[in-house]
């Protein structure tokens, strides 16, 4: 596997060797070892999620304070999004920036998105069915977000309609969220 540091360093860009030939592919989309070595850590993967959305689906920018910190690895399996990680950690030198990334079925491109993200994406195809294998398990309490368009943070997302829970569009502001201390 190809591992890449995007534009903020901790955020990475997993990509798979694919083997292929005229009867489909094979690849390994986990290894323990591998990965713990392209994270210089140890990980524990607690709980899998995987959603299916529509053509226009943004969701997040989510993520869950500690003690319930989510660190998460995330890939689609169907279609096409816009994937992006904001570094909401107060101490970061990045602290505010985001990096986005096209996953799809197609590229096979995994995000490794460490505890002290928001995280979201935007469907890009008809539908698009999205995985994540996260280090914490769901817990309301901790669970937060930020709007999709905060004028501090400005992602550039791709220009198309969007729909979005009223939970995502009600959403605060960077200035007013609840952010990591560390």
Not at 4 to 12: G, H, Q, R
Not at 36 to 47: C, G, H, L, P, T
């Given at each position: 596997m190809k591992?890449?540091?995007?534009?903020?360093?901790?955020?990475?860009l997993i990509e798979p060797e694919v083997f292929g030939d005229d009867r489909g592919f094979f690849f390994e989309s986990f290894n323990q070892n591998?990965?713990?070595?392209?994270?210089?850590?140890?990980?524990?993967?607690?709980?899998?999620?995987?959603?299916?959305s529509i053509k226009g689906v943004l969701r997040g920018l989510h993520y869950q304070l500690p003690p319930k910190a989510q660190g998460k690895l995330v890939r689609v399996i169907q279609g096409e999004v816009f994937d992006v990680a904001v570094d909401i950690r107060k101490s970061s030198p990045t602290f505010g920036k985001w990096v986005g990334e096209i996953l799809s079925d197609d590229n096979k491109k995994q995000i490794w998105i460490p505890e002290g993200f928001a995280h979201g994406f935007l469907t890009l195809s008809e539908t698009a069915e999205f995985l994540y294998k996260t280090t914490d398990f769901y817990n309301k309490e901790y669970e937060f977000g930020i709007r999709w368009d905060d004028q501090t943070i400005c992602i550039k997302w791709p220009k198309i309609d969007f729909l979005m829970s009223n939970k995502d569009q009600s959403a605060p502001n960077f200035s007013q969220a609840h952010l990591f201390s560390f």
């Open positions: 591992v890449t540091p995007l534009a903020i360093p901790d955020v990475l591998k990965f713990e070595e392209a994270v210089k850590r140890k990980i524990n993967f607690v709980q899998d999620n995987h959603s299916k």
